[in-house]
């Protein structure tokens, strides 16, 4: 696993970026609030199920759907992805798309899939705040740090706890990550109180800089668990 988003800097970035925007304003709403607890479930499956490969909705719900998706992993393994973009404490948020392949991903290809997916929101939230849209970037910069704290809880409460416990490395690259991460988390902050602020300039450097910051205090740190190997460095 590398801790790496990558700076989006190249022409096939953007490219990625548009194809990003495009899939993610096609995926309907689907909101759940108003059914019986009991209709939810099945609402939702019946939902995923009329989906083609690589389609999604957005499932909007009252409370934390997490056993929700205990059981599309139990019932469809490799074969959805689950993108938080709202985490409480009154209304969650979550895109549901069905993979176009059911192949289960290891550890690594998931969070290097999840590291090219938050990539791509940055130009987004850019390109929003350089044409006036503060309302539009706000939202979606909530949505991005909404991933990345995920993602950077997963690898705290699961892959290093393994790397730790299979190295012995208490005091390793882990102990340099963790500390990474409030620095990482101190620049999301910064971004998300310059555009509640209404502060452009300021917003955009935050908002642009955090790829290279991300970069910069995570590649001197990668470590990988798969298959019962570790490596480190």
């Known amino acids: 696993m590398t801790g790496v988003i990558p700076s989006p800097a190249t022409p096939d970035k953007v490219v990625r970026v548009e194809e990003a925007t495009t899939r993610r304003t096609s995926a309907r709403e689907l909101d759940v609030r108003h059914l019986p607890p009991s209709q939810r479930h099945s609402e939702i499956f019946s939902t995923f199920n009329a989906l083609e490969p690589d389609e999604a909705f957005v499932l909007v719900n009252d ?6 998706l205990y059981q599309f992993q139990a019932d469809h393994p490799g074969g959805f992805e689950w993108i938080p973009l709202e985490a409480g404490p009154e209304r969650f948020r979550v895109e549901i798309r069905r993979r176009t392949g059911q192949t289960s991903r290891t550890v690594t290809e998931y969070l290097e899939h999840d ?8 130009p987004e939230v850019v390109q929003l705040v350089d044409s006036g849209a503060l309302a539009k970037a706000t939202a979606r910069f909530a949505e991005f740090t909404c991933g990345l704290n995920r993602h950077i809880d997963a690898e705290e409460q699961v892959l290093f706890p393994a790397f730790e416990q299979m ?4 005091t390793g690259p882990t102990v340099v990550m963790r500390a990474e991460h409030v620095e990482i988390r101190r620049w999301m902050a910064i971004g998300a109180a310059a555009l509640d602020a209404g502060d452009v300039d300021a917003a955009t450097r935050a908002v642009s800089g955090l790829p290279a910051k991300i970069d910069e205090t995570l590649h001197s740190s990668e470590i990988s668990v798969e298959g019962g190997e570790v490596s480190g460095r």
Do not use: Y
């Open 115 to 122: 590291h090219r997916r938050l990539d791509a929101v940055v």
């Open 63 to 68: 409370h934390d759907p997490k056993p929700l």
């Open 167 to 170: 190295t012995g490395m208490a």
